[in-house]
C-alpha cells in the first residue's frame, strides 16, 4: 500500500516533466487515431463508390469476356432476352438487374479529341442499380432512342463542353468498321467517383447497340444485391445459369476493385508502422522517464533500501508512476483522438491539393474529401497497449534502480 | 507481289500511289478494272522516301521530316528532325512497332492504340496498316465522271464487302482518267458521316512514273486542322541493308 501510495505522489513530484511525457504520448495516441479513421474512411468510401457507381454488389458476365474485360470487346456478349433478366430477378435479395454497353470511342468536339469509355445504358434499369442519377449536377439524364448523351463535369471542362452542344462519338463495330453516334449532351454529372465524371460518356443502350452493330448485345448485367449477401446470391446465379446452360458467370465488386483491395493491404502495412512509432515514442518517453526519476531520487532509494525496502518494492514504485503516465497519457490520447475522429466523420479531409481533389489518378475512386470513421476497437486496444508499454518498459529502468548499492545510493556524490 | 502503301513507308497515303504513263481506253473500263489499274500502279519491289510531314491543328504548324524504306512486306522509317530525331516506326506484315529514344523502348502498337493519329498528324495508325487489296474489300461502282484541276476523273464509290472487316464502311475516289492516278478520296463512316478526306496538289513524272509528291489529308470531323505530306526525294529498287525490318533496328 506504501508503495502505490508512494507510486502515486511520485506522479505529481516532477509535474512539467510528466506532463511533457503525457502530452508526447497522447498526440501519438491522437496521430494513429486519426490515421487508422482516415485510412478505414478512404477504404469504405472507394468500396461504396465502386458499387454504387461502377460495378454493383456483382456483374454478370461471359467468363472470355471477363478475360478481356479491360480492352472492352464487343466479342462475347451477353444477347438478351427477358428471359435471363427475370430469373436473375427473382433470386431473392437481388434489387435492380441493369444490362450495360461498355466499348471504347473517341469523342469529338468538332476541334479536338478524345479517348473515352462509352457506355450504353437503359436508364430504368440503370437507376435500380447505380444511384449516379443523383448527382446530375446541370441538365438531365435522357430517354431511351433519343440521341443525347450524358458526360462527367470533368471531361466536359476538358473538351469545353455544356449542356446542349452536340459531339460526336467515333467507334468501331463489331467487324471493325468505324462508325459515328452524334449525339447531343442532355446532362452533367458530378458523381463522387472521379472516374465517372473523366472518361465516361453515358449514351441510351439501344443508340449505342445500333451504332456498334451487336443486335441487342450487352457486354455485362450489373446487379444490386442486398448488402453482405452476395456470396448466397452468387451461388445462386451459377446454379441458375448451370439450368440453363449459359455461359455465365457472376463476378463479385470485389474482383473489379482489385487496385482498391491492393491499396486497402498496403493500408493495413502503412497503419501497423505508424502503430510501432506511437509505441515506440511511448516507450522512450517511459524509459527517459524513469531513468530521470532513478538518478534524482537516487539518495531517497538508498535512504529506502537502508530502512528496509525491498528491490521489488522500489520496482513496483517506479512502475505504478509509469503505468499513471500511460494511463494518463493513452486517457489524453483517446480524448484528442475522439475530438480529431469526430471533425473527421462530420467535415472530412480536403485532398483538394491532390490534382484538383480527384485521387483517382492514384487509383483511388474519391473525389473532393476523404471522410474518417468510427473505430471504437482501436481506442481500446490502443489504451491497453499504451498501458502494457508503459509497465513492460519501466521493468528494465527501475530494476536498474532498485539494484543500487543503499550506502554508495545515499552518499553517492 | 504485295501491294505496298503509300509513299510514307508503311503506306500512310495509300491514295495519291504510281501511275504508269500507258493510256488506257477509258470507255471500256468497269470500276473493278479501274481500282485495278491504280492499285497495279502501286506495286513495286522496294522504295526509299524522304519526306516532311506537316501537321497544322488550330493554327499551330509541325514539321517532321522522315526517311522511310519500304520492301515489298516491311516498312522502316525513322524521323529525322531535331525534336523527334531517333524515333522510329516499324512494319512488319500486319505489326506495328515504334520506339521512342527517351523512353528507350519498344512498343507495339495495337488495339485501340492503331486509332490513334501518329505522331500527331490526321493519319491513324490503323490507316498505315490496312494492306489488303481495295478491290478484295470493296464493291466499287463508277458513279460518275468530274474535272479536278483541270484534271477529268472517274468518281468511283466503293461500299465494303459484307463479311469483310474495314476501317471505312464506304469510300469516294477521283481517279485521274489518263493517269490512273487517286486525286482525291473521300472516306466515310458506316452512319454516312465523312471522316477523311485526301487530296493530292502536286504529281511530279519521276523515273517513268507520276508519283504524287505533294498531298494532304483532312480529318473531317475536326476544324482548322490538317496533315501535308511532301515527298522530297524518292528512289526506287534501293540497296537495303539487312536486318533494316529488324526489332534490334528500331533501338
Request: aromatic share 10%.
Amino acid at each position: 500500500m506504501f508503495s502505490l501510495k508512494l507510486g502515486l505522489k511520485n506522479l505529481t513530484r516532477q509535474k512539467r516533466r510528466n506532463i511533457l511525457i503525457i502530452f508526447v504520448i497522447a498526440f501519438a495516441f491522437f496521430g494513429y487515431l486519426v490515421m487508422d479513421s482516415l485510412m478505414n474512411g478512404m477504404e469504405e468510401m472507394s468500396f461504396d463508390n465502386i458499387k454504387n457507381y461502377d460495378t454493383g454488389n456483382i456483374q454478370v458476365v461471359n467468363p472470355e469476356y471477363w478475360e478481356d474485360r479491360e480492352d472492352l470487346p464487343l466479342e462475347n456478349l451477353i444477347y438478351l432476352n427477358q428471359d435471363i433478366v427475370e430469373s436473375i430477378k427473382k433470386i431473392e435479395g437481388v434489387l435492380g438487374v441493369s444490362p450495360e454497353l461498355r466499348f471504347k470511342a473517341n469523342l469529338n468536339n468538332g476541334i479536338d479529341e478524345t479517348a473515352v469509355i462509352g457506355l450504353g445504358i437503359s436508364f430504368d434499369q440503370y437507376n435500380e442499380v447505380f444511384t449516379t442519377q443523383n448527382y446530375i449536377v446541370e441538365g438531365s439524364m435522357f430517354a431511351p432512342g433519343e440521341l443525347k448523351a450524358v458526360i462527367g463535369v470533368s471531361l466536359a471542362e476538358l473538351m469545353d463542353l455544356k449542356v446542349d452542344d452536340y459531339i460526336t462519338l467515333l467507334v468501331r463495330t463489331k467487324d471493325d468498321t468505324f462508325n459515328t453516334i452524334d449525339v447531343e449532351i442532355a446532362g452533367l454529372v458530378r458523381a463522387p467517383n472521379p472516374m465517372i465524371n473523366n472518361g465516361i460518356v453515358f449514351v441510351p443502350l439501344d443508340v449505342a447497340q445500333q451504332a456498334l452493330n451487336i443486335g441487342n448485345g450487352v457486354s455485362l448485367l450489373a446487379l444490386k444485391t442486398v448488402s453482405g449477401e452476395e456470396e448466397r446470391i452468387s451461388k445462386s446465379l451459377t446454379d441458375n445459369f448451370k439450368n440453363k446452360d449459359l455461359n455465365l458467370k457472376p463476378y463479385s465488386w470485389k474482383e473489379s476493385a482489385s487496385s482498391v483491395i491492393a491499396l486497402s493491404a498496403a493500408k493495413k502495412g502503412g497503419i501497423g508502422t505508424v502503430l510501432l512509432v506511437v509505441l515506440l515514442i511511448g516507450m522512450l518517453g517511459i524509459i527517459n522517464n524513469v531513468i530521470l526519476s532513478a538518478l534524482e531520487r537516487t539518495e531517497e532509494i538508498g535512504m529506502m533500501k537502508a530502512l528496509g525496502m525491498r528491490e521489488w518494492e522500489i520496482v513496483f514504485v517506479f512502475m505504478i508512476e509509469a503505468t499513471g503516465i500511460g494511463i494518463l497519457g493513452g486517457l489524453a490520447g483517446c480524448l484528442l483522438g475522439y475530438i480529431g475522429v469526430s471533425w473527421l466523420v462530420k467535415y472530412g479531409f480536403s485532398i483538394g491539393y491532390i490534382s484538383g481533389g480527384d485521387a483517382s489518378g492514384y487509383g483511388i475512386p474519391i473525389l473532393d474529401r476523404i471522410y474518417g470513421i468510427w473505430n471504437y476497437p482501436a481506442f481500446t486496444f490502443l489504451f491497453i497497449l499504451g498501458i502494457i508499454i508503459a509497465v513492460l518498459s519501466s521493468i528494465l529502468p527501475s530494476y536498474w534502480a532498485a539494484k543500487k548499492d543503499p550506502v554508495k545510493a545515499i552518499y553517492h556524490r | 507481289m504485295q501491294k505496298i502503301k503509300g509513299f510514307l513507308l508503311i503506306g500512310i497515303v495509300i491514295l495519291f500511289l504510281f501511275s504508269n504513263l500507258t493510256v488506257i481506253s477509258a470507255t471500256e473500263l468497269t470500276a473493278e478494272e479501274i481500282i485495278k489499274k491504280r492499285d497495279d500502279n502501286e506495286y513495286f519491289d522496294s522504295v526509299k522516301i524522304e519526306a516532311e510531314m506537316i501537321i497544322v491543328s488550330g493554327g499551330r504548324k509541325i514539321i517532321k521530316t522522315m526517311v522511310a524504306l519500304s520492301d515489298k512486306k516491311n516498312s522502316f522509317v525513322e524521323f529525322t528532325n531535331p525534336h523527334d530525331r531517333g524515333t522510329k516506326f516499324l512494319k512488319r506484315e500486319d505489326n506495328l512497332w515504334m520506339f521512342f529514344p527517351d523512353a528507350e523502348e519498344i512498343i507495339k502498337i495495337s488495339g485501340h492504340m492503331l486509332n490513334q493519329g501518329m505522331m500527331g498528324s490526321d493519319f491513324s495508325y490503323q490507316d498505315i496498316m490496312e494492306s489488303d487489296k481495295l478491290t478484295d474489300l470493296y464493291n466499287f461502282k463508277i458513279i460518275g465522271e468530274e474535272e479536278i484541276e483541270g484534271r477529268l476523273c472517274y468518281v468511283l464509290e466503293g461500299v465494303a464487302r459484307e463479311g469483310v472487316k474495314v476501317s471505312y464502311y464506304r469510300r469516294v475516289t477521283w481517279i485521274d482518267k489518263e493517269r490512273f492516278i487517286g486525286l482525291k478520296e473521300e472516306l466515310y463512316a458506316q452512319s454516312g458521316k465523312l471522316l477523311k478526306e485526301t487530296k493530292t496538289n502536286e504529281i511530279q513524272e519521276i523515273e517513268g512514273r507520276w508519283i504524287p509528291v505533294d498531298s494532304v489529308m483532312e480529318n473531317k470531323l475536326r476544324k482548322n486542322t490538317y496533315t501535308g505530306f511532301k515527298i522530297t526525294l524518292i528512289e526506287f529498287n534501293p540497296e537495303i541493308p539487312e536486318g533494316t525490318f529488324s526489332l534490334q533496328n528500331l533501338r
